[in-house]
Nanobody, 115 residues
């Protein structure tokens, strides 16, 4: 069983930055994709950014140019650098990892953008 543990959430003012990190309990080499999702109150969970083993990363239109996803194969982490944060970015952010058989999810970390 794979464990994913997120960290780095918190309260930030509009225009500020946060860096989320998701640590996997085993090597991430076997994951075909790792991603970040978010869910705001009263809304469906949505894909924020995804990084597959090959090709360019995918981003939601609302975060393009502001967020960057990266995988660190030495640390077994996937990270999300979030810049120019807006109140609409407020949500619980979830880490996701997929191998050929299963999707794995972290417990989520709260990001609140407010003045």
């Amino acid at each position: 069983q794979v464990q994913l543990v997120e960290s780095g959430g918190g309260l930030v003012q509009p225009g500020g930055s946060l860096r989320l990190s998701c640590a996997a309990s085993r090597t991430i080499f076997n994951f075909v994709a790792m991603a970040w999702y978010r869910q705001a109150p009263g809304k469906q969970r949505e894909l924020v950014a995804a990084r597959r083993n090959s090709g360019s990363p995918d981003y939601a239109e609302s975060v393009k140019g502001r967020f960057t996803i990266s995988r660190d194969y030495h640390k077994n982490t996937v990270e999300l650098q979030m810049n120019s944060l807006k109140p609409d970015d407020t949500a619980v952010y979830y880490c996701n990892a997929a191998d050929r058989w299963t999707d794995y999810w972290g417990q989520g970390t709260q990001v609140t953008v407010s003045s």
